[in-house]
T-cell receptor, first 110, second 111 residues
Framework: GQSLEQPSEVTAVEGAIVQINCTYQ??????LSWYQQHDGGAPTFLSY??LDGLEETGRFSSFLSRSDSYGYLLLQELQMKDSASYFC???????????WGAGTKLIIKP | NAGVTQTPKFQVLKTGQSMTLQCAQD?????MYWYRQDPGMGLRLIYY???????DKGEVPNGYNVSRLNKREFSLRLESAAPSQTSVYFC??????????FGSGTRLTVV
């Protein structure tokens, strides 16, 4: 079967840096995406990694290691508005279908 | 505003009733998707449509049907609602940079 593992909850302090990890076991792999979802809202796209390495978009960065079947989302200079759930998702094939992790709830304390 | 529009936002059904969730996108995307999200869980794919005129089952298709009416519209129908179908339903379409754009969701309760 297909599986993605990520921590269920992470707590951090405002202004700090936090890393959310994702490991995957899938029969196919085209790339790893990250989404943010605030309570009561819809998921919004954050980043996509198809190749090994780090992709940076403002305060958010995403990393992928295909050989380790591992990726992470790095959030810097945390703000209270970053309190949300973060999902990793794997593209299995060229049809752009996604397999989703269960999500990590990020709690930010002042 | 460009994006994905879902209706209704909230719905309460009695067991056995039917309803159709509507979804439309104005971004000229080929692929569209219907997901359900249960509390504390990720999204599970119900059905998807890779292009106008085609539909395929996802991970949890039982109890649902879909119609890709045209390139813009992709509807989800519950023929005989069951309490197990209480969930939040999201429609999405794909973006060229490998991201999905989601609608705001439909919160469905079946009593």
């Amino acid at each position: 079967g297909q599986s993605l593992e990520q921590p269920s909850e992470v707590t951090a302090v405002e202004g700090a840096i936090v890393q959310i990890n994702c490991t995957y076991q899938t029969s196919g792999f085209y790339g790893l995406s990250w989404y943010q979802q605030h309570d009561g809202g819809a998921p919004t796209f954050l980043s996509y990694n198809a190749l090994d390495g780090l992709e940076e978009t403002g305060r958010f960065s995403s990393f992928l290691s295909r050989s380790d079947s591992y990726g992470y989302l790095l959030l810097q200079e945390l703000q209270m508005k970053d309190s949300a759930s973060y999902f990793c998702a794997v593209y299995m094939d060229s049809n752009y279908q996604l397999i989703w992790g269960a999500g990590t709830k990020l709690i930010i304390k002042p | 505003n460009a994006g994905v529009t879902q209706t209704p936002k909230f719905q309460v059904l009695k067991t056995g009733q039917s309803m159709t969730l509507q979804c439309a996108q104005d971004m000229n995307h080929n692929s569209m998707y219907w997901y359900r999200q249960d509390p504390g869980m990720g999204l599970r794919l119900i059905y998807y449509s890779a292009s106008e005129g085609t539909t395929d089952k996802g991970e949890v298709p039982n109890g649902y049907n879909v119609s890709r009416l045209n390139k813009r519209e992709f509807s989800l129908r519950l023929e005989s609602a069951a309490p197990s179908q209480t969930s939040v339903y999201f429609c999405a379409s794909d973006r060229a940079d490998y991201g999905y754009t989601f609608g705001s969701g439909t919160r469905l309760t079946v009593v």
